[in-house]
């Protein structure tokens, strides 16, 4: 066996404390002033991960996981730990159990810029205090299929690299260009906004609303940039951001259905504006 490979037994182990005994809040935080690290799932996730730049720490997984994919993501990054055990005792350790049994601790890159993501995009989304890691995923997952050039996160959305953001997403969040808009200067329409209309964006909120245009309104789709705004489940969008925006949009229900889940909402609104 290859020296990098580490058989375990141990679940105190301290090289393991970062699958056993940290939430993913504490991975964000865990290098502070220096960037954290998150934890990815599946060969697919960590092959997008790797494809994207991410750089691996250490990998853990089932014994029988370590297929000729699994070998070759290793041989990517020779210098990874890799810790192997039963099923039963990885579960004991994670808490959960394993998507085809392989997980990745890799540490983060920092955050683009704002108008370095969007100068150049025709559309983006953007998601509003959307707190579910599973919607942020499936979000993700339909910016990739549907055209999406990149997607902005108000500061309170889930992270996009949680772990089941990223594996829901199929690892997309590795593909499709995002970016949090800055926690530091307040409310992200205050400057947000004004940025996206001076790189020429129109703001389209996904909303019901007495004043709503249907998302097949031809004005939409001669629009030259357009963002689509989709809000947090349940409550939607902020009063304020859609007062701010240039167009409401919603998108027409029958059987007494008044609205989608976010998720959901976001496939529809990408297929037919992003066309």
Same mark, same amino acid.
């Given at each position: 066996?290859?020296?990098?490979?580490?058989?375990?037994?141990?679940?105190?182990?301290?090289?393991?404390?970062?699958?056993?005994?940290?939430?993913?809040?504490?991975?964000?935080?865990?290098?502070?002033?220096?960037?954290?690290?998150?934890?990815? $799932?599946? =060969?697919? *996730?960590?092959?997008?991960?790797? #494809? !994207?730049?991410?750089?691996? %720490?250490?990998?853990?997984?089932?014994?029988?996981?370590?297929?000729?994919?699994?070998?070759?993501?290793?041989?990517?990054?020779?210098?990874?730990?890799?810790?192997?055990?039963?099923?039963?005792?990885?579960?004991?350790?994670?808490?959960?159990?394993?998507?085809?049994?392989?997980?990745?601790?890799?540490?983060?890159? $920092?955050? =683009?810029? *704002?108008?370095?993501?969007?100068? #150049? !995009?025709?559309?983006?989304? %953007?998601?509003?205090?959307?707190?579910?890691?599973?919607?942020?995923?499936?979000?993700?997952?339909?910016?990739?299929?549907?055209?999406?050039?990149?997607?902005?996160?108000?500061?309170?959305?889930?992270?996009?690299?949680?772990?089941?953001?990223?594996?829901?997403?199929?690892?997309?969040?590795?593909?499709?260009?995002?970016?949090?808009?800055?926690?530091?200067?307040?409310?992200?329409?205050?400057?947000?906004?004004?940025?996206?209309?001076?790189?020429?964006?129109?703001?389209?909120?996904?909303?019901?609303?007495?004043?709503?245009?249907?998302?097949?309104?031809?004005?939409?789709?001669?629009?030259?940039?357009?963002?689509?705004?989709?809000?947090?489940?349940?409550?939607?969008?902020?009063?304020?951001?859609?007062?701010?925006?240039?167009?409401?949009?919603?998108?027409?229900?029958?059987?007494?259905?008044?609205?989608?889940?976010?998720?959901?909402?976001?496939?529809?609104?990408?297929?037919?504006?992003?066309?």
């Amino acid at each position: 066996m290859d020296n990098n490979y580490i058989e375990i037994n141990d679940l105190n182990s301290p090289e393991l404390s970062i699958y056993a005994n940290r939430n993913e809040s504490q991975l964000f935080h865990i290098n502070e002033p220096d960037l954290g690290i998150f934890i990815a $799932e599946s =060969p697919n *996730v960590i092959e997008r991960a790797l #494809d !994207a730049g991410y750089e691996p %720490i250490s990998f853990l997984m089932e014994k029988t996981s370590v297929d000729n994919k699994v070998e070759a993501l290793i041989n990517r990054w020779k210098s990874a730990r890799v810790y192997l055990g039963e099923m039963e005792v990885l579960e004991q350790i994670t808490g959960f159990k394993l998507t085809r049994g392989v997980l990745c601790a890799m540490k983060r890159k $920092e955050y =683009p810029e *704002v108008k370095s993501l969007c100068e #150049d !995009a025709k559309r983006i989304a %953007i998601l509003e205090n959307v707190v579910n890691p599973t919607n942020v995923g499936a979000i993700f997952r339909s910016a990739a299929a549907l055209n999406v050039d990149a997607v902005l996160l108000s500061p309170a959305c889930s992270d996009p690299l949680y772990r089941r953001a990223a594996r829901v997403s199929m690892g997309t969040v590795f593909q499709v260009p995002w970016t949090f808009f800055p926690k530091e200067e307040g409310p992200w329409q205050i400057k947000g906004m004004d940025l996206l209309h001076e790189l020429g964006f129109k703001m389209a909120a996904m909303a019901l609303d007495n004043r709503a245009i249907s998302i097949g309104d031809d004005r939409l789709a001669k629009e030259e940039k357009l963002a689509i705004i989709l809000g947090t489940e349940g409550e939607g969008l902020c009063e304020d951001t859609i007062s701010k925006c240039d167009y409401t949009v919603m998108i027409p229900m029958s059987h007494g259905v008044d609205s989608l889940n976010v998720a959901a909402a976001s496939a529809v609104a990408f297929w037919e504006l992003c066309k």
